[in-house]
Structures are given as C-alpha cells and as structure tokens.
C-alpha cells in the first residue's frame, strides 16, 4: 500500500510544480468549464502477485473540468467500471464469470503543457480518489469495498468549435491493498489500464 502512495505522491508533486510553472504564465483567455461524457471505453487490470487473475470491464466516466489558465485545469470524474463474461485464470484453473462491478470517483490535476488556446489540445494528468467494489458472491466478494484508488496519464482533446470537441484519454490506475478486502481484488495493491474516449461540452466564462 505505500509503494501505491508513495508512486502517486511523486505523481502528483510533479503535477503540482508544473502547475506552479504554469502560475507565472500569463493569459488572455477567458476560464472556461468543460463537461466531459465518455460513454465508450474499457479498463485492464493485470493479474496480481498471488494469482488474482486479470479482467477487463466496460467503463463509462463524466469529468468536469475547469480550466484556471491556458495551462492548468482541475477536474472531478465519476466513473462506472461494469463487469463483463470472459475467461478468468485463477491458480486452481479457468472458468467464466464476470468481474465484479465497480465505481470510481476522484479529482485530477490536468497540465496542458503547449497551452490550451488552440483546436488540438495534448495534456497530462494525475490525481487520485476511490474505487469501489460492489459484492459477487460467486467470486467471494460477500461486501461492498472501497480502497484508496490513484492515477496518472494524458491525451488530447481536440475542438470542433467553440462549444465542443472530442477527447481521447489513458491513464494508469493503481489501487492500494487494504487488509479486510476480498482475496479477489484489494488484498494486493492492483494495477490497471484504462482507455475511454468522448465528446466535450466547452462552457466560455
């Protein structure tokens, strides 16, 4: 759990002294908020050290964003991972099942590190938030759980107009162990990928 911590405070410290850099840098630009809807996308987690197997599920996530300069930006996001039938290899052998559903909330740092003031936008982000596991007794998780969930990662957004866009976003997902959480998922730190791809809606100031 503190390997987990520890890689998302480094995360974020970078995060924030880009976001001190970017303080001196001055801007015309009205701030402006950007509601984001990603109703299309998935996340990996790899298989953990004791054997959890590894599983995919189908995400959807909604950000808001507001942007304070050009450079910089914190957003919230709420996200939804749902399970979906496939293989799963446990040591004692494979079987299908689906995957616990899961949600997952947070707040990120986002860094445009070429400015904000143009049609396609590159950024990094990191942040960090919850995750939780809903019950599938089939699998042993008899109880809702949640554990401390972090994340870095980037993208590019790119402006149709001035109203909206399209955003492509990764990130890296490490969730940190906790001891009461089912063998299945959470009594290891978790590392993930997630992809989901969306529309923007730009809200001038």
Known sequence: MSTVRGTIAVALAVAFMLVGGAAYAQSTETPRVEIGIFPGGTTYFT???????????????????????????????????IGIDQALDFPTGSRDAKPPHMASYGGNVVVYPGGRDRRGVPYVTGGAG????????????????????????????????????????????????????PGFFGIENRYGHRITGGVVLNFPQ
Do not use: C, H, I
Not at 58 to 69: D, H, I, K, Q, R
Not at 171 to 177: E, G, H, I, N
């Open 47 to 81: 298989q953990g050290d004791s054997g959890a197997p590894s599983f995919a599920t189908y995400t959807l996530v909604g950000s808001v964003t507001f942007n304070v300069n050009r450079y910089v930006g914190v957003e919230g996001e709420v996200g939804g991972n």
């Open 130 to 181: 919850g995750l939780t596991l809903f019950d599938r007794a089939d699998l042993g998780v008899t109880d809702n759980t949640t554990l401390f969930a972090g994340n870095v990662g980037g993208g590019v957004k790119f402006d149709v107009n001035r109203r909206w866009g399209v955003r492509a976003d990764y990130r890296f997902v490490a969730v940190a162990s906790k001891n009461d959480a």
